[in-house]
């Protein structure tokens, strides 16, 4: 059975860094690609980054590209988000999922746009991000 685990959210001042960790197991974590995600009330869930299997592609939606980056260490299977700079804009709760779609170790090619949300499953609990100005 397939489970992820996210942790590492909290409340920061704007400019502040964190740093969420996701921990997946049931799974060859390195054979799949990762997302995250995050979604606040009365919005749909939106596509943060993405990273294949092997690391070594990743992407971004727009507004975080050079604040924030995506990681993953495949011997411990765990996927990281480091946010740096943040702002108001990026409280949300923050999802991890893994990609349920095949070909399993990449990306979506649109991805964070588009539809991507179809290509995930296993999604975790979440953990919640709030920035204050």
């Known amino acids: 059975q397939v489970q992820v685990v996210e942790s590492g959210g909290g409340s920061v001042q704007a400019g502040g860094s964190l740093r969420l960790s996701c921990t997946a197991s049931?799974?060859?974590?390195?054979?799949?690609?990762m997302g995250w995600f995050r979604q606040v009330p009365g919005k749909e869930r939106e596509g943060v980054s993405c990273?294949?299997?092997?690391?070594?592609?990743?992407y971004y939606r727009d507004s975080v590209k050079g604040r924030f980056t995506i990681s993953r260490d495949n011997a411990k299977n765990t996927l990281y988000l480091q946010m740096n700079s943040l702002k108001p804009e990026d409280t949300a709760m923050y999802y991890c999922?893994?990609?349920?779609?095949?070909?399993?170790?990449?990306?979506?090619?649109?991805?964070?746009?588009?539809?991507?949300?179809?290509?995930?499953?296993?999604w975790g609990q979440g953990t919640q991000v709030t920035v204050s100005s």
């Open positions: 999922a893994v990609k349920a779609r095949l070909p399993y170790p990449y990306c979506p090619g649109s991805y964070p746009y588009g539809d991507v949300r179809t290509n995930f499953a296993y």
């Open positions: 049931g799974l060859t974590f390195g054979s799949y690609a």
């Open positions: 990273i294949g299997g092997s690391g070594a592609n990743t």
